[in-house]
C-alpha cells in the first residue's frame, strides 16, 4: 500500500469515558474516511485547566514534560485508526491564542521530539487541533482544517487570536465549515481567505430506520443540551400550550447542562410532570433507536453551526420541527415541506405551537419523509461524507 | 497491577467509574483517593473499588473571633442599624466601602489558608496512601490530579523508575468503542 494514505486527525474533541458525545461528529468522520486509507492516527488533545500561580504551575508544567511522553501510547479506536490520547494542560486564561499555543507545545512534548509521521493532517477546531497540527507537521505535509465552533465569534474577537487564526488559514491546505454561519462570518472576517473555504458535512449514520413512519405526531423529541442556546424553556411553554388541546402529548428530553434544575422547575410549574421525561446524556450510538421510538424531533435552539439532529431523526424515518437555528435551515433547504417545518426564531411560545399543530394538520399526506432522507442520504451519509474527504485529499473517492 | 486512581477534584466522576471498572474487570486491584463531593453526588463506584474519600472539602480556616466581632459583626451590624430613613443610602455606601476595603480582603485571606489547608491534608493523605498501598500504576484522571502529583510524583519517579503514570486507565485494547 502506498504511504500516502496514512492520515492523522488532530481534535481537541473526542468521545472519552467522561464525555462519550462530545466531539462524536469527529469520531465518525474517523469511521467515514477510513475506508481506503492504509492508516488512520488520532490525536485528542483535551483542555485540562490548572493553576495559574507561576511556582506551582511551573511544577505543574515540569511534570508534564516528564509524564507526556512516557503516557503517549495508541490505543485501538474506530475502524482501525489508533487513537493517541493526551491532555493539554492550559493555565486558566480566556486567551484562545495562549490555549492554542499549549495545544501545539503538549502535542510537540508527546512526540517527544518526533513529528506527526502522517503527510496528510485533517484537523478540527482551527484554533487548537489546526495550530497543534500545523507547528507538529512534517515539511511538506498538507493540513485540512474543519471548523466547527459555536464560540469562534468570541475568538476572533480576540486580536491576538484573529491574527494566529490569520496564520493558521495561511498555512493550511484547506478550511472546512460545517454551517453556513461559520462560512459567513469567515468569510466576513478574512476575506483573503475566501478561496480557501468550502462547505463539509459531518457524516450522519442512515442504517438504522424505523419500519414505518409515525402515525401520529405525539411523542416529542428534544436532542440538545439544557442550556440557554437551546431555549428548552421556550419548547416546554409549547409543548404545554399543546399539550392543553392532546393530553395523549408526550416529551422526552436527552441532554444534560447547567440549566437542568431549572427546567426542572418549569417543568413542575407548567403542570407538565407525567408528559416530560427528562434522560439525561444519550450514547451516540443509541440516538438512531431513540429518533425512531419517537413521532417527531423538536428543536427550538437559537443557533446551531450544523444541524445534526436533524439529519438523524430524518435518517431515522423521523420528521422534524426545528427552528431556522443557521444550520438547520441549511440542512433542509428544498426538502423543508417534505421533512416537516422550519419555525422563525421568535420569543413567543405560541408561534412553535402554531407550527406544530400545522404540521400536524398537513400529517401525513403532505410529507415526504422518503423523498426528504433520499436527499440527505446523498449528502450526509458515511459513504457521501467520506467520498467528499478523499476527493479532496486525494482527488478521488474511495 | 496495583493501580491508585488519584482525584482530588473528583470532577471526572464518570469517566473514573468506569475506568476502575475496566481495571477490576481486567483483574487489576483498584484504589481510589477522591474528594467526595457533596452527598458522594454522581459516583457510580463498582464495590471492589478501595475507596478513600478526601473530605478536604469540609476543611475550613478559622477565623479569629475578635476578627469576626470587630471587623465584620460590630461595624456592618452598626450600619444596619443606623441606615434607616434619611441615612439608609450613606449607610449602605459606607457598608458597601467596608466590605470592599476590610471583609473582601479577610474573605480572600481566609479562602487563601483554606486552599493551603486542604492542599496539605489532600497531599498528606495521598502520600500515606501511596505509602501503603504501594501502587505501580498511577492514573491521574483530572487536572487537579496533576497539580496535586507535582508535589510528590517526581520524587516516586525517582526512587520507582517503573511506575506507570497515565491520565486514564487505557490498556490495550482500549480505544474509544468501549468507552
Given amino acids: 500500500m502506498s504511504a500516502r494514505r496514512h492520515v492523522a486527525v488532530v481534535t481537541p474533541w473526542y468521545p472519552d469515558a467522561q464525555r462519550p458525545y462530545r466531539g462524536s461528529f469527529v469520531q465518525a468522520m474517523v469511521e467515514a474516511t477510513a475506508p481506503g486509507l492504509d492508516s488512520v492516527d488520532v490525536y485528542h488533545l483535551d483542555g485540562w485547566a490548572v493553576t495559574r500561580e507561576p511556582e506551582k504551575l511551573a511544577r505543574v508544567r515540569d511534570l508534564q514534560h516528564r509524564l507526556l511522553p512516557r503516557a503517549l501510547a495508541p490505543a485501538p479506536a474506530v475502524a482501525g485508526a489508533r487513537l493517541y490520547r493526551l491532555p493539554v494542560v492550559i493555565e486558566r486564561s480566556r486567551e484562545h491564542a495562549l490555549h492554542a499555543r499549549r495545544h501545539a507545545e503538549w502535542l510537540r512534548v508527546a512526540l517527544d521530539g518526533k513529528q506527526i509521521e502522517a503527510d496528510l493532517i485533517h484537523a478540527h477546531v482551527p484554533m487548537y487541533g489546526g495550530y497543534a497540527a500545523l507547528e507538529n507537521a512534517r515539511p511538506g505535509a498538507r493540513v485540512y482544517l474543519t471548523e466547527h465552533s459555536s464560540f469562534l465569534a468570541d475568538v476572533l474577537a480576540q486580536e491576538e487570536a484573529r491574527a494566529l487564526y490569520d496564520e493558521i488559514l495561511d498555512r493550511s491546505a484547506g478550511l472546512f465549515v460545517v454551517g453556513e454561519p461559520l462560512h459567513r462570518l469567515i468569510e466576513d472576517v478574512f476575506p483573503h481567505h475566501a478561496g480557501k473555504l468550502a462547505y463539509i458535512a459531518n457524516p450522519i449514520d442512515f442504517r438504522v430506520r424505523r419500519p414505518e413512519p409515525p402515525i401520529a405526531l405525539r411523542r416529542w423529541l428534544s436532542v440538545a443540551g439544557l442550556i440557554e442556546r437551546k431555549r428548552l424553556d421556550h419548547l416546554l411553554r409549547a409543548f404545554a400550550e399543546c399539550r392543553a388541546q392532546d393530553p395523549d402529548l408526550r416529551l422526552t428530553l436527552a441532554g444534560e447542562g447547567e440549566l437542568r434544575r431549572q427546567l426542572l422547575a418549569l417543568t413542575s410549574e407548567l403542570g407538565l410532570d407525567d408528559a416530560v421525561d427528562f434522560i439525561g446524556a444519550v450514547e451516540p450510538g443509541d440516538i438512531p433507536g431513540l429518533m425512531a421510538d419517537h413521532d417527531l424531533l423538536v428543536h427550538t435552539s437559537r443557533h446551531e453551526t450544523f444541524g ?45 405551537a402554531d407550527a406544530y399543530r400545522s404540521l400536524r394538520d398537513r400529517y401525513p399526506g403532505k410529507v415526504d419523509l422518503d423523498r426528504a432522507r433520499d436527499h440527505l442520504r446523498a449528502k450526509y451519509s458515511y459513504e457521501a461524507v467520506g467520498d467528499h474527504h478523499h476527493r479532496i485529499w486525494f482527488g478521488d473517492a474511495s | ?138 492514573v491521574l484522571c483530572e487536572s487537579a490530579a496533576i497539580e496535586l502529583a507535582a508535589e510528590f510524583v517526581p520524587a516516586l519517579l525517582d526512587a520507582h523508575p517503573d511506575t506507570r503514570a497515565t491520565y486514564a486507565y487505557e490498556p490495550l485494547p482500549g480505544g474509544d468503542r468501549d468507552r
Fill in chain 1, 308 to 352: 445534526v439532529v436533524v439529519v438523524e431523526a430524518l435518517a431515522a424515518g423521523t420528521p422534524v420541527l426545528v427552528t431556522r437555528s443557521g444550520g438547520s435551515d441549511q440542512v433542509l433547504e428544498g426538502i423543508e415541506e417534505d421533512a416537516g417545518a422550519l419555525v422563525d426564531v421568535v420569543d413567543d411560545p405560541s408561534v412553535f
Fill in chain 2, 1 to 138: 497491577m496495583n493501580l491508585l486512581f488519584l482525584a482530588p477534584q473528583a470532577s471526572r466522576k464518570r469517566a473514573v467509574a468506569i475506568e476502575t471498572r475496566r481495571a477490576l474487570d481486567d483483574g487489576h486491584h483498584v484504589v481510589l483517593v477522591a474528594e467526595a463531593g457533596v452527598n458522594r453526588e454522581g459516583w457510580d463506584l463498582d464495590p471492589r473499588v478501595e475507596v478513600e474519600w478526601l473530605q478536604a472539602n469540609t476543611i475550613d480556616a478559622a477565623e479569629p473571633r475578635a476578627t469576626a466581632l470587630f471587623a465584620r459583626k460590630l461595624p456592618l451590624g452598626l450600619l444596619r442599624r443606623v441606615g434607616r430613613g434619611p441615612l439608609r443610602k450613606p449607610a449602605d455606601k459606607a457598608a458597601r466601602r467596608w466590605k470592599r476595603q476590610v471583609t473582601n480582603p479577610l474573605d480572600a485571606d481566609r479562602r487563601r489558608r483554606t486552599e493551603a489547608l486542604r492542599e496539605r491534608h489532600r497531599l498528606e493523605r495521598v502520600q500515606a496512601r501511596i505509602e501503603a498501598a504501594q501502587p505501580d500504576w498511577l
